[in-house]
């Protein structure tokens, strides 16, 4: 912290838990998207593939994670299978709770 003289001290450290998405729309020439989780401290996460009615397609990982790991999806469900064409949704549980929508464009 660095004290400014204000009542709420600025803290400029990068200390936290973060989770993005890139390529968030999947078709013949992306096929596989990336999913990028931070954790500043050991934790239990678990990364799913959700229709738009709440149906969950895939497991993408579960498990402990501390730092940074890269998950790729390549827009199949748990047995393999290339999921249709519409949207998804990317849901992250643990450390960060979080709802990335993709879509699959075939």
Do not use: C, Q
């Not at 003289?5 to 999947?26: A, C, E, H, R, V």
């Not at 799913?48 to 397609?57: L, Q």
């Not at 199949?76 to 643990?94: M, P, R, V, W």
């Amino acid at each position: 912290y660095i004290p400014l003289g204000i009542s709420n001290p600025l803290n400029l450290t990068t200390s936290k838990n973060d989770f993005t998405s890139y390529n968030n729309i999947l078709d013949g020439d992306n096929p596989t998207m990336t999913l990028k989780y931070e954790s500043t401290s050991a934790s239990n996460i678990k990364i799913a593939v959700y229709t738009a009615t709440g149906h969950k397609v895939k497991t993408i990982y579960e498990g402990s994670v501390l730092g940074k790991i890269t998950f790729n999806w390549n827009g199949t469900d748990d047995n393999g299978s290339k999921l249709a064409s519409g949207i998804y949704f990317i849901k992250t549980e643990g450390a960060i709770n979080k709802v990335e929508k993709v879509a699959i464009v075939r």
